[in-house]
């Protein structure tokens, strides 16, 4: 089915160790996003490419990094993870202003 | 104070009636209007978008909007136990990124 792929979908990892969260979309989308989920907080966007070759920083950057390899693909780099990063993690996809977001199904990290 | 609001919840309504979410906004140039429905463990689905003043409806769901009031809301008609769900409101900021509320948790009991 067409949408947005996210992998892996749980992780554990401990103290200082990285790891890159991979998600692609197959809607010919644009715009791709990464937000990251904590109970009571809502959504929060980490970062985002409006198009292929360009990414910037959302409300809560820190601790990550991001690459646009190519229309299809963007991944989300934590260098050194840090219990404060355990969160669950949404990669979405936007076609435009006018068709809102597609989600990913979601990678619920734990760093212990 | 927060660009999105909601009531958090949670919003408890007995099956058949009407539940009503509320959303409120700070940004008054913000032009589009979200609901997403997200199950427990699931990712959000968008239900419902609306841009223009008034009343938009979908089947059982209705979003209106008030620009001037900064409001944005939801009814959902004839509530089901599968609507039972977090509904979360989300503005966009231009660029086509979108702000979320922090969601409100619906359950209807049959």
């Known amino acids: 089915n067409a949408g947005v792929t996210q992998t892996p979908k749980f992780q554990v990892l401990k103290t200082g160790q990285s790891m890159t969260l991979q998600c692609a979309q197959d809607?010919?989308?644009?715009?791709m996003y990464w937000y990251r989920q904590d109970p009571g907080m809502g959504l929060r966007l980490i970062y985002y490419?409006?198009?292929?070759?360009?990414?910037d920083k959302g409300e809560v950057p820190n601790g990550y990094n991001v690459s646009r390899l190519n229309k299809r693909e963007f991944s989300l780099r934590l260098e050194s993870a840090a219990p404060s990063q355990t969160s669950v993690y949404f990669c979405?996809?936007?076609?435009?202003?006018?068709?809102?977001?597609?989600f990913g199904s979601g990678t619920r990290l734990t760093v212990v | 104070q927060k660009e999105v609001e909601q009531n958090s919840g949670p919003l408890s309504v007995p099956e058949g009636a009407i539940a009503s979410l509320n959303c409120t906004y700070s940004?008054?140039?913000?032009?589009?209007f979200f609901w997403y429905r997200q199950y427990s463990g699931k990712s959000p689905e968008l239900i419902m978008f609306?841009?223009?003043?008034g009343d938009k409806e979908d089947g059982r769901f209705t979003a209106q909007l008030n620009k001037a009031s900064q409001y944005v809301s939801l009814l959902i008609r004839d509530s089901q136990p599968s609507d039972s769900a977090t509904y979360l409101c989300?503005?966009?900021?231009?660029?086509?990124?979108?702000?979320f509320g922090q969601g409100t948790r619906l359950t209807i009991n049959p």
């Open positions: 609306i841009y223009s003043n």
């Open positions: 940004d008054r140039g913000s032009q589009s």
């Open positions: 809607m010919n989308h644009n715009s």
């Open positions: 979405a996809s936007s076609g435009g202003t006018l068709h809102g977001y597609t």
């Open positions: 989300a503005v966009n900021k231009g660029a086509q990124k979108l702000v």
């Open positions: 490419s409006a198009s292929e070759g360009t990414t």
